[in-house]
């Protein structure tokens, strides 16, 4: 089974400060690990994955987020968030076994608000 | 945008309506999905389909019937629907079943 869980409903940031967003997550294999954004009445939005390789991700919008094993977390951050940053940001899980189908699991979201 | 589209963008219907949610995808993918987000809960999957067939149904009740003509064209059917029913439903695609998924905009639905 998986699951992933994002402990904060909602993250208040002055513009101009860092952002960071927490994520932690639980898979039997290999985790694929992902980050989308949601607008209102939009979409959602793919900012980055990690799938294999270097534990610092790079995305969209400059966003980058942490893989830590150790930890089984996946934190999204930004240096200097931005007004427009204000969404509801969600992280995602798959087992990296190909036969799941795609199968993300989500969390629950956590609302980003970004103050001028 | 994602080169996903939904159609319509908003929708009322009553319990006893039948209406269709449209889903068209334009970035060569072979999967496309069928979620549901309402308030206050996680992202439910519904239906997932993978080279026009379809290999996930997630315990969705039989008011909701999807259908995948072509790898670029998908569509919910809707009929009896309950107002607990009313939620943003959403398209998504990828290349394959376990890459990256590009999600459309969504259809808000309210049931009454």
């Known amino acids: 089974a998986q699951s992933v869980a994002q402990p904060e409903d909602q993250v208040n940031v002055a513009e101009g400060n860092p952002l960071t967003v927490k994520c932690t997550y639980s898979v039997s294999g290999n985790p694929y690990l992902f980050w989308y954004v949601q607008y209102p009445n939009r979409g959602l939005q793919f900012l980055l994955k990690y799938i294999t390789g270097d534990n610092l991700v790079k995305g969209s919008y400059g966003f980058e987020a942490e893989f830590n094993k150790s930890q089984t977390s996946f934190h999204l951050k930004k240096p200097s968030a931005l007004v427009s940053d204000s969404a509801l940001y969600f992280c995602a899980v798959r087992d990296g076994s190909a036969d799941s189908w795609g199968k993300l699991q989500f969390g629950s979201g956590t609302q980003v608000v970004v103050t001028p | 945008e994602t080169g996903v589209t939904q159609t319509p963008r908003h929708l009322v219907m009553g319990m006893t309506n039948k209406k269709s949610l449209k889903c068209e995808q334009h970035l060569g993918h072979n999967a496309m999905y069928w979620y549901k987000q309402s308030a206050k809960k996680p992202l439910e999957l519904m239906f997932v389909y993978s080279l026009e067939e379809r290999v996930e149904n997630n315990s969705v009740p039989s008011r909701f019937s999807p259908e995948c003509p072509n790898s670029s064209h998908l569509f919910l059917h809707l009929h009896t629907l309950q107002p607990e029913d009313s939620a943003l439903y959403l398209c998504?695609?990828?290349?394959?079943?376990?890459?990256?998924?590009?999600f459309g905009p969504g259809t808000r639905l309210l049931v009454l």
């Open positions: 998504a695609s990828s290349q394959e079943a376990y890459e990256t998924q590009y």
